[in-house]
């Protein structure tokens, strides 16, 4: 894995941790994770005294700062009750009370109140400094006490928020802090954004977090100081810009930027200091974005993730007043045609094939929150060993360090909004919010954006997923543009497209499915995969455990996930631009993972799946078609609703009494389907006679089943079974047949393809088209 370097030795020395963690007065004589679920293989390396103790904020890093991670006073009261006299008992910050890792392992409930208290001091030299105090992430609904006074209150459980508590500090020694959380997750109309976090854990829901999940830290500042940074590449002009929020500023205020490149070899994160070479210094008016030439830029690719390292400095008559160390990187992400005039997302002004999984970031002892900083990593460099180069932060954000991680290694980002208030069917039209609501989740959206929109890893962002809570799409496709032009929408992932944002997005499983091609959008799988495969001893329960399609032993799983990439693999010849996969790890009763729950197990072998994917960069096989899918083109078949004869599926049976329909059939609601003939009984016969040649009887391994059935569905070429499947797909999927079955019964010249398909409740649509998948001529040049 090609690896390149980020930050000078003296920030990656900073990053690492080299301030003092202060950990409550009275620490407890033992502390261990509260028993009863599984561990992460980096459980055995919290330390309590010092959890996570590496610079939270990468990106605006300050020497001088004071991690308040540790232990805390917590208690649990009710709702509406005040601070209370005593406490509980211990809680390990960062980690929410429900986790194994707090050391409580407690459920809070929309009734009761959760209560957080410590002492720390503040540095003697901090004085004549304003302190901030910073949260990266508190769910939900937090106010915050210093020394008895309120200093402040923050909805939200996913970003970070800040106060200046300099006022309500004590000249010297001990000082209080309090923090009283809330959180009703899915009770009481539950529209706050609360991702996969449900009160009664189920399927795809998971246990609800409560209260701090994230760092805790002080830092002194000056009046004026630097607030945020938004670095924006232009690669037309080699130019980067930054934009900069810088409270307290005076006239004649300048900011500078001094930046450096220097390079890094991580892979086990061992680090090796190179000669530090200048790139650009420039400085100039504080109150507007500064602009700097960067000569011969390198540009930034998973492949070669570079990255520039920037002190930025405000100076005022000469003097710093601020400084900060930064990164950046040179690269950017839009839309535009191919050579074949297909609008797909361009890297740099190429095309990328985008490709990786869905990573819902959830820990067994954790829950949100990793048990370390080598955990946080480990996600993202095994993204990267399996052949991917992307992956979709699913209805969750992270700490900055994660994305830290993603842009030092070389993982694109696709960024959900945590999902919030009720969902609709595909069919159905947008929520109608209360105020409320709306307000709060837009409220989310812009902290989220605002707080991780200078991560270069972050390419895209995800609105809504799946009609959860989906509401006035375009409105809000509108909004993020506004807070962030200089990356992609996708309006939503799955289900309910209103064909606004930059991409038209399908879920298909197991799949792979695709969307039409479209002029002015990219077209996007969002979803496919689940392939599941329970690892006995790295469950979160021993049984009712789930995916999508299950497996008993590796080499059927890996076989399976082979016939996907080969499906997968002509559909970006056709206008594919990005493929999701379902999932990084196990989750709870999810065992959807390509690594167990615990990160114990990696469920495939992971040379040969790295292979799978790279072979996706070659050239896709040439498709041709034999039968024609409703999507592509109009197809005529004999079909029947009443029960035929038991040897309606031969070939010389005699079909005349039936009618004559185009293909697909079903019903115009059923999602992602081309409806030419109303079908809307419970069953439906269908045949049709097709012409096949030497060649493709020579070699039926390259025969292919283009498919969407809702629901179960039998097909028969010549009267013998060569398919079968119960259940619905949600899009057009690639299927492969029986293949001894299909040698037996298949012959040059006429054919006759047979389908049976039941409809039991919901939508319903029947369409198979068959294709030869013929294998390309391998050249060895990549073409992404």
């Not at 805790?216 to 940074?229: L, N």
């Not at 939503?492 to 499915?513: C, L």
């Not at 996007?524 to 689940?530: D, K």
């Amino acid at each position: 894995m090609n690896m390149k370097l980020t930050a000078t030795f003296t920030l990656l020395f900073l990053l690492m941790g080299t301030a003092t963690s202060f950990a409550a007065s009275s620490l407890p004589t033992t502390w261990k994770p509260v028993e009863g679920k599984i561990l992460s293989i980096f459980a055995k390396d919290v330390n309590p005294r010092n959890p996570h103790p590496e610079y939270p904020r990468p990106q605006l890093v300050r020497k001088q700062w004071v991690n308040l991670n540790g232990f805390w006073d917590y208690a649990v009261t009710g709702e509406n009750d005040g601070q209370p006299e005593s406490f509980d008992g211990q809680i390990l910050v960062p980690f929410a009370i429900e986790s194994a890792l707090s050391g409580v392992g407690k459920r809070v409930g929309p009734d009761n109140r959760l209560w957080y208290k410590r002492t720390f001091t503040v540095p003697a030299d901090w004085q004549g400094k304003r302190i901030r105090l910073n949260f990266g992430a508190v769910d939900w609904d937090s106010t915050v006490f210093v020394n008895g006074k309120e200093i402040g209150n923050h909805k939200g459980g996913y970003n970070p928020f800040t106060y200046d508590i300099t006022d309500a500090l004590t000249e010297s020694g001990e000082q209080t802090l309090v923090v009283s959380v809330w959180d009703p997750t899915d009770h009481r109309g539950g529209t706050q954004p609360r991702g996969k976090q449900h009160s009664n854990p189920h399927g795809i829901w998971y246990t609800p977090v409560t209260g701090i999940w994230q760092t805790v830290w002080i830092e002194p500042v000056a009046e004026t100081y630097i607030q945020k940074i938004k670095a924006v590449p232009n690669l037309e002009d080699n130019t980067i810009t930054f934009n900069f929020e810088i409270p307290g500023l005076q006239d004649g205020d300048q900011v500078e930027a001094v930046v450096t490149s220097a390079t890094t070899q991580s892979r086990a994160i061992v680090i090796r200091s190179q000669r530090v070479q200048q790139i650009a210094r420039e400085k100039g008016d504080a109150c507007t974005p500064l602009v700097v030439n960067i000569r011969n830029p390198r540009l930034w690719t998973p492949e070669t993730p570079f990255l520039y390292d920037v002190k930025l400095l405000v100076l005022r008559d000469g003097r710093p007043v601020d400084t900060v160390d930064s990164y950046f990187a040179m690269r950017d992400i839009k839309l535009g045609k191919d050579e074949q005039g297909i609008t797909r997302i361009l890297l740099n002004g190429k095309f990328v094939f985008i490709h990786g999984p869905l990573d819902q970031g959830w820990w067994p002892d954790g829950l949100y929150t990793a048990p370390t900083d080598k955990a946080l990593e480990y996600d993202v460099i095994r993204t990267k060993d399996f052949g991917f180069n992307m992956l979709r932060k699913h209805v969750k954000t992270e700490p900055s360090r994660f994305y830290y991680h993603c842009d030092r290694l070389g993982v694109l980002v696709c960024q959900d909004m945590p999902n919030g208030d009720r969902h609709i069917r595909p069919d159905e039209p947008d929520i109608e919010r209360t105020p409320e609501s709306e307000a709060q989740y837009r409220a989310e959206l812009k902290e989220m954006i605002l707080s991780l929109d200078n991560h270069p890893s972050i390419v895209v962002w995800v609105p809504f997923n799946e009609g959860w809570g989906q509401f006035k799409t375009g409105e809000i496709v509108d909004y993020c543009r506004e807070l962030d032009s200089t990356r992609l929408i996708n309006s939503v992932s799955g289900w309910a497209d209103r064909g606004v944002g930059d991409m038209h997005t399908v879920h298909a499983y197991p799949g792979p499915g695709m969307p039409p091609p479209s002029e002015n959008r990219a077209i996007i799988l969002g979803e496919y995969g689940g392939l599941g495969m329970p690892i006995e001893g790295h469950l979160w329960q021993a049984d009712r455990n789930w995916g999508y399609q299950s497996f008993e032993e590796r080499e059927a799983l890996f076989k399976r996930y082979e016939q996907l990439n080969r499906a997968l693999h002509p559909m970006i010849a056709k206008g594919l631009s990005a493929a999701v996969y379902t999932q990084t790890t196990d989750v709870e009763i999810e065992v959807n993972g390509l690594m167990t729950y615990d990160r114990a197990v990696d469920k495939f072998d992971v040379r040969r799946l790295r292979a799978s994917n790279n072979s996706l960069r070659f050239a896709p096989p040439t498709i041709k078609t034999i039968i024609p899918a409703a999507r592509e083109e109009a197809s005529v078949w004999k079909y029947t609703t009443e029960a035929p004869a038991d040897d309606w599926n031969q070939a010389d049976f005699d079909d005349s009494g039936w009618k004559e329909g185009e293909s697909g059939f079903g019903t115009r609601t059923t999602p992602n389907t081309t409806v030419r003939t109303e079908w809307n009984t419970d069953d439906i016969w269908i045949r049709k006679t097709v012409e096949l040649d030497a060649a493709a009887v020579r070699n039926i391994n390259q025969l292919v089943l283009n498919l969407y059935h809702d629901e179960d569905c039998e097909i028969y070429v010549n009267g013998v079974q060569v398919f079968t499947a119960k259940g619905h797909v949600s899009n057009y999927t690639v299927k492969d047949m029986d293949l001894t079955n299909l040698r037996m019964a298949l012959k040059a010249g006429e054919n006759t393809i047979a389908i049976h398909c039941k409809q039991t409740s919901g939508g319903q649509y029947i369409d198979a088209g068959i294709q030869q998948v013929i294998p390309p001529v391998n050249t060895g040049r990549r073409l992404w």
